[in-house]
């Protein structure tokens, strides 16, 4: 064997006449040995032939045959190549890991998953052991566990943070401490998963959510695990801002998911029943499927004295969605707070038009007002529109007659003006309220021809006798079957029935009133 001198400085045993496969590195004897036995070339990256390491430095060999069959190796310092190849392809990995993680993280707005995700995630490709951690909730601090190769586990656990460095500031949001501040020996028993051994690193780090931190991470090695490096620690915090936004997004959701079912609790129309001796019933249905309230609605109000008239008020305000009910539910209170008035129905639409008048919406609606009082076995009636679809009676021989009252819009005009008409519903018979949702319904054979009033007068023709509740169920199921599968407006329909029943003293009914049916 000959070398040069360059070649005695990196191979200081390649002693000239020594076979190259005693001096050389395991990868270059390797090489001379499959070239000289004519073992065919595999290329590797770049079409170099082979690399390797000597004394901590990366080459490339070369080789070369000459004529007389001796085989000269050229060496290549590689190092600089090679490390910038490594950082590229680690810098990939992460990349497609930080990609994977947010399209993970992102694909559920509930907070447990978000939180298994982190710290499965966690522990999978950045430690031994995770721990994703949310803000205390009383004197419990929710923490998920997992181990690589585990499953997410939830605890929790009646600590305080600040016992542990770094944690109590992580949950406020602080910078996180470097690892090697933090002596893996003082972690505490709850932070340790069973079966673990001794802790050789750990990193906290927050996780940032929207103005507040939605918890932090804490990631654990084994003693005989590497330490945490600084590059890792700064790609941990990288997660860990992906992880915390997804957790705040999964808590905000959830927090106005809570908010909005108290609010659609107190918007949606009551289950009706009967009061006092008169039968009550109501359906509603919203103008689209995936919506649980809008712009029509009803209320019954009992009478705060037995033998006086319950208020029963249903209503339409213009347009639907949530900014109609939000109309909805204040048109609602105001007519509560005016109950003292029930006695006069005009003044209290009025009332009502000079409160919406003042307020910042500027929308209308349309209102029908029923008193109504059992009086032996029948029921007295005083009706009053303000704008809406007059009521419609349904008398027991399948007669359907309208109630005479008109009225004007209530919100849009400085004064409303209506008329109140009084009627009586013998045993068996019925008064109909019902928005324009049912009669401007379309739909039918041809798919544009509206409900119509006259169709349900003819289907409440057929409902003469029935209690309120099937004639409330029989309206609107005659409207869907109508519509199909269509748009469609708000629909609202209330029925107040005389119910075939007699006046018995002794007997208490369902509510306030002694009748039974």
Known sequence: MQRNDAAGALLPRADPGAPLTAVAPAWLAEAHRALRSGAPHTASEDDAPHRGEIDGRHYEAHPGVRDDGAVAWWLVDDTDRHLAREALHLERERTAFLAKAS??????????RCMDVTAHMAAEHLADAALAIAPSRGSRLPVVTCVRGGTPALAQETVDPDDVPGLGEALRGFPPVPSRWIDPSTAPEWMVPDDFGPVGSIVITPLPGHGVAAGALVLLRKADSAAFTGEEEVFARLFAARSGAAMSAARLYAEQTALTEVLMRELLPPRLHQIS????????????????????????????????????????????????????????????????????????????????????????????????????????????????????????????????????????????????????????????????GITEARGGPMGDAQFGEERLKRALADCAGMPSEGIAEHVQMLAAQWLGNRRHDDMAVVVISAPRSHHLSAVDGHTRGRFTA
């Open 103 to 112: 399209n993970v993280l992102l694909s559920s707005l509930n907070l447990g």
């Open 277 to 436: 001796g008169v039968d009550f019933a109501g359906h509603y249905r919203p103008s689209a499927d995936d919506e649980r309230i809008g712009g029509d609605f009803y209320d019954v109000h009992p009478a705060p004295v037995e033998g006086e008239a319950s208020l029963v008020a249903l209503g339409d305000v213009c347009g639907k969605g949530l900014e109609a009910a939000v109309l909805t539910g204040k048109i609602r209170n105001t007519l509560h707070a005016l109950l003292p008035l029930a006695d006069d129905h005009e003044r209290m639409l009025n009332l009502l038009n000079t409160a919406l008048l003042n307020s910042q919406h500027t929308r209308f609606a349309t209102l029908v007002l029923a008193s109504a009082v059992r009086r032996g076995n029948e029921v007295d009636l005083r009706l009053t529109s303000g704008g809406h679809p007059a009521p419609l009676i349904v008398r027991a021989d399948g007669s359907v007659e309208e109630a005479d009252t008109r009225g004007t819009l209530v919100g849009a005009m400085p004064r409303v003006s209506a008329r109140t008409v009084r009627l009586t519903l013998g045993p068996g018979e019925s008064c109909v309220l019902y928005t324009d």
